[in-house]
């Protein structure tokens, strides 16, 4: 610009010599004469746009290269170049987007054909090809209660001073963007049924249709046209119950469920980016579930109303929630192992004895575990841990076994999971008489007594034979009197004459036995 500014003043001002203006510039005339011709051309159209003047001397020197060609970069090598782009768009359609080359990657390929060629010439076509293949979206828009979109995102949260590794499902209305998300430990089908019968359930009604992309919990056929794909047993049977349709998003568009995609990063950053440090997952949810109450009561772009307030539309339009939820347990058939454990997740569950070996229904549920014999009897409830390779034992149901070998009972992992209460009786009490503890056990699993209440039946029976060790068959008879208003009440003459008759007969039996055993 500075030399083309003073070419135009010196030779028309000053009246200087082309050649003399290209000697004192150090260019080329040629250069100098271009110049000069193109401003003479737009003196002869003053006349009709003097604008043409103005912009002649300030418009910057523009040269043509749209006709030049490359000398390294051939035809060839351009064919190449978009094979490899079409490579990776295959893979990105099946699933294998990982696996694409990259600029360099391509780059090393064609120097393996010969081509000497840089990363910066490579690079540069590359964007050419993408820039002329960019995709144009279509703007939509949506009725009330059309559609809802449902994502997954990923939250880290410090949950009882343990960092973990939390899912978090994110539903987001199409017409009115009114959000609402819930954590899960797992995105499996529980929790991602679950989720959805939380969302109805807040919301009171059932939209028209959920918009979900290629997850495996939604989808069970993949395949390139999405009329094609197949939904899972979950979904099929949900959206049965709850009548609603779903549709799926193409592969790699996730633009076609943009409502949500923006809603993940933006209720995760609304709701933790200030605090992350939680006592339980329930605490962490209240938190989001305030965050999202606050960010629907905003005011929707440009409009005097709130995102609840256009949510509130749509409700009009959606179906009643039913009264009963969906049932979102997922059932699978489990083996029980020697251990008289089933398999959950990597960990172990016990279940009563007599079933090692055979097959068992069980029902798995975001935060519980519930496992059926072949009756359909439901014969052991769990928490849901999610945790790995861990196990998580009931004693009451190893007390059989445990009859035949009560030497194990100190050291059993179902003992060292037992109530606290409990292992401090044993301790205190039973230390040295392992058996009659089990026996005592399996009688108040029988008469469903609890560990209270063995605690009260224990400090009575002491209290009434301050002197003498614990008496099973006396500490039974206390126990029965369970209708006694307060473990305190002193004890009457007809259980007094009950527990001396039986300590009696026991150490009479135990003096016979003494007896026999020193004559022989």
């Not at 703007?139 to 978090?168: C, H, M």
């Amino acid at each position: 610009m500075i030399n083309k500014q003073k070419i135009l003043i010196g030779y028309f001002n000053l009246g200087k010599s082309k050649h003399q203006l290209a000697k004192e510039l150090k260019i080329s005339r040629n250069t100098v004469k271009r110049y000069i011709t193109e401003h003479e051309k737009l003196l002869a159209l003053q006349k009709d746009n003097p604008q043409f003047i103005e912009s002649g001397i300030t418009d910057p020197p523009k040269y043509n290269s749209s006709h030049r060609k490359s000398k390294v970069l051939n035809e060839a090598a351009k064919e190449l170049i978009k094979g490899y782009l079409k490579a990776n768009e295959r893979k990105r359609q099946t699933g294998l987007s990982k696996q694409q080359m990259a600029g360099t990657d391509i780059l090393e390929a064609l120097k393996d054909a010969g081509y000497q060629l840089s990363y910066s010439t490579v690079n540069r076509y590359i964007r050419k090809i993408e820039k002329q293949s960019a995709e144009v979206f279509i703007k939509q828009q949506y009725s009330p209660g059309q559609a809802v979109e449902f994502d997954w995102g990923a939250a880290k949260l410090e949950i009882n001073g343990t960092i973990k590794n939390l899912r978090l499902a994110v539903f987001t209305s199409s017409y009115s963007n009114h959000r609402w998300a819930k954590l899960f430990f797992r995105e499996d089908m529980p929790s991602f049924l679950q989720s959805h019968v939380s969302y109805f359930l807040a919301i009171g009604h059932v939209p028209q249709q959920m918009v979900y992309d290629n997850m495996r919990v939604a989808v069970k056929k993949f395949a390139q046209r999405n009329t094609d794909k197949l939904p899972t047993n979950g979904l099929l049977s949900m959206s049965m119950y709850y009548h609603f349709d779903y549709r799926f998003c193409n592969v790699r568009r996730g633009n076609e469920k943009g409502h949500v995609e923006k809603s993940v990063e933006f209720v995760r950053r609304k709701a933790f980016s200030k605090n992350h440090s939680f006592d339980s997952l329930e605490q962490a949810n209240q938190q989001l579930a305030e965050t999202c109450l606050k960010l629907n009561q905003g005011s929707v772009k440009d409009q005097p109303y709130s995102i609840e307030q256009k949510f509130q539309e749509e409700i009009t339009v959606m179906t009643p929630v039913p009264a009963t939820p969906f049932d979102v347990g997922e059932l699978r058939t489990l083996r029980v192992d020697k251990f008289s454990c089933v398999r959950v997740d990597t960990n172990q569950y016990s279940v009563p004895e007599g079933h090692v070996g055979n097959m068992l229904e069980v029902k798995l549920y975001p935060n519980k575990i519930i496992v059926y014999n072949s009756d359909n009897q439901a014969i052991a409830t769990h928490t849901r841990h999610h945790t790995r390779h861990g196990f998580y034992l009931v004693l009451d149901h190893f007390l059989n076994t445990l009859k035949k070998k009560p030497n194990a009972l100190p050291g059993s992992v179902s003992f060292r999971q037992a109530d606290q209460e409990l292992q401090n009786i044993f301790q205190k009490y039973f230390k040295d008489t392992p058996k009659m503890f089990i026996e005592l056990l399996i009688f108040l699993k029988d008469e469903q007594y609890s560990v209270k209440q063995l605690r009260e039946g224990i400090e009575r029976s002491i209290q009434h034979r301050p002197n003498h060790p614990i008496c099973l068959d006396s500490l039974k008879i206390l126990l029965a009197q369970k209708n006694e208003p307060s473990s305190n009440s002193p004890l009457t003459d007809t259980m007094s004459k009950q527990i001396d008759s039986q300590c009696a007969l026991l150490l009479s039996n135990v003096q016979n036995q003494f007896s026999s055993t020193k004559t022989q």
